[in-house]
């Protein structure tokens, strides 16, 4: 499924993040041709601002036609927290679907390659899989008043992009005891399951201000 359901009000555009042009096509639009040009994908589920559905379903018909791909889209709307739209949109799933891709429409120019990791290591028997990249940045953890309490070492830590992979039941579990994270991996993690990393890749960065969006269009301008 792709997660399209955010206001982007930090971009400051006036509409959805996920219907903001980047070189003259939605964000939606360029996530949707990377999920599509999955050979795996069998069912892509879109969660959008119930007052964009048309505009979505628009959009999946374009690029459906642009790459010749008979993929079924479904359009679903999404809920108050970026949890209920997961939610949704597993609730829009055929039962023949058992390996969930969570993608999230600002991530849009994720390579189709980070998709095949991540369905490879499902199908290999992780139970949750997510795609990360290696902190280049020292990190400081600090507390309420904003001290340093702790330097982690960053050879431990990773970047974490989408899609995120999941077996399907686990991840119904895991909506089922609660949806407030910040991503459904951590939703997951409290399970007490494991999850997998496997490697992302610096094009999968998510588009949030005005300067990622800069930096996303440089980024396609040279792909």
């Known amino acids: 499924?792709?997660?399209?359901?955010?206001?982007?009000?930090?971009?400051?555009?006036?509409l959805p993040k996920a219907f903001v042009p980047l070189a003259g096509?939605?964000?939606?639009?360029?996530?949707?041709?990377?999920?599509l040009s999955c050979a795996t994908v069998v069912q892509v589920v879109l969660v959008v601002p119930d007052t964009h559905r048309e505009q979505a379903a628009a959009v999946a018909d374009g690029v459906c036609r642009e790459l010749g791909s008979v993929t079924p889209v479904t359009v679903v709307p999404g809920g108050v927290e970026r949890g209920d739209s997961v939610a949704a949109g597993l609730r829009a799933l055929g039962d023949e679907v058992d390996i969930v891709l969570v993608h999230d429409a600002a991530r849009?120019?994720?390579?189709?390659?980070?998709?095949?990791?991540?369905?490879?290591?499902?199908?290999?028997?992780?139970?949750?899989?997510?795609?990360g990249t290696a902190v280049v940045d020292t990190i400081k953890q600090v507390d309420a008043d904003g001290f340093v309490v702790g330097t982690p070492e960053r050879s431990a830590l990773r970047a974490v992009q989408t899609p995120q992979g999941f077996r399907r039941d686990v991840l119904e579990r895991a909506h089922a005891v609660s949806s407030?994270?910040?991503?459904?991996?951590?939703?997951?993690?409290?399970?007490?399951?494991?999850?997998?990393?496997?490697?992302?890749?610096?094009?999968?960065?998510?588009?949030?201000?005005?300067?990622?969006?800069?930096?996303?269009?440089?980024?396609?301008?040279?792909?």
């Open 108 to 131: 849009c120019l994720t390579p189709v390659a980070v998709f095949d990791r991540v369905v490879a290591a499902v199908a290999a028997g992780a139970v949750a899989v997510v795609p």
């Open 180 to 223: 407030e994270a910040t991503d459904d991996a951590g939703l997951v993690e409290r399970l007490g399951e494991r999850v997998l990393v496997v490697e992302g890749d610096p094009r999968a960065l998510k588009v949030t201000t005005p300067s990622d969006l800069e930096a996303a269009a440089r980024l396609l301008a040279t792909s």
């Open 1 to 14: 499924m792709v997660v399209a359901a955010g206001s982007g009000s930090r971009l400051g555009a006036g």
């Open 25 to 35: 096509v939605p964000l939606l639009g360029h996530a949707l041709r990377g999920v």
